[in-house]
């Protein structure tokens, strides 16, 4: 089974679950420390995906980690994930969560890449822009990658709006090796 549909199936029940209680926010916030605190530990996290330790020593570790800091939702779905052995899907989940929370609120998440860093008024422009095209409030994750050398490329989801030199000079570069020429 797939990895994207072990972490969409997972999340979507535990989604489903909150929203019908009404704690979405405060599992996403759970969500969120949990994966953060994984991301900055490096040995917890190796601990916590081993698949040859036992559940519930990796229970009481993060039980130890993390006291009652968790919700109780996501302290009983940290147990069937642990007992099933998906631990490696925490972050995943975390990240598709955290995405179906946002949309339910009308928000979205876009990943910006741009040649120079952006002026304040560029990125509320570039915001307010997508948020017009998009139909929905744009919250922008912004790199500088001097590799582009001028322009951007805008990531949502799956999709990208590649608006750059280096793309460009890219494209040309295939026409020119794609095209016959003919001596006159």
């Known amino acids: 089974m797939l990895?994207?549909?072990?972490?969409n199936r997972y999340t979507r029940g535990l989604y489903e679950?909150?929203?019908?209680?009404?704690?979405?926010?405060?599992?996403?916030?759970s969500l969120r420390l949990l994966a953060?605190?994984?991301?900055?530990?490096?040995?917890?996290?190796?601990?916590?995906?081993h698949p040859l330790i036992d559940p519930q020593a990796k229970l009481a570790a993060l039980t130890k980690v993390f006291g009652d800091g968790l919700h109780p939702f996501v302290q009983r779905f940290l147990q069937m994930l642990l007992a099933r052995g998906r631990s490696q899907y925490i972050a995943a989940v975390y990240g598709r969560f955290h995405?179906?929370?946002e949309e339910a609120r009308g928000r979205v998440t876009v990943r910006v890449e741009t040649a120079r860093p952006l002026t304040d008024e560029e990125r509320q422009a570039l915001a307010e822009r997508l948020g017009a095209v998009l139909g929905?409030?744009?919250?922008?994750?912004?790199?500088?990658?001097p590799?582009?050398?001028?322009?951007?490329?805008?990531?949502?989801?799956?999709?990208?709006?590649?608006a750059?030199?280096?793309?460009?000079?890219?494209?040309?570069?295939?026409?020119?090796?794609?095209?016959t020429w003919h001596a006159r």
């Open 3 to 7: 990895s994207g549909t072990i972490t």
């Open 17 to 29: 679950a909150a929203e019908r209680q009404g704690v979405t926010e405060a599992v996403d916030a």
């Open 36 to 49: 953060e605190t994984l991301a900055a530990n490096p040995e917890l996290k190796r601990f916590v995906e």
């Open 99 to 101: 995405e179906m929370f």
């Open 136 to 145: 929905r409030q744009v919250t922008m994750a912004v790199e500088v990658n």
């Open 147 to 162: 590799a582009l050398i001028a322009g951007c490329r805008i990531t949502l989801k799956h999709r990208v709006i590649e």
């Open 164 to 179: 750059s030199v280096q793309n460009a000079l890219a494209q040309f570069e295939q026409q020119l090796l794609h095209t």
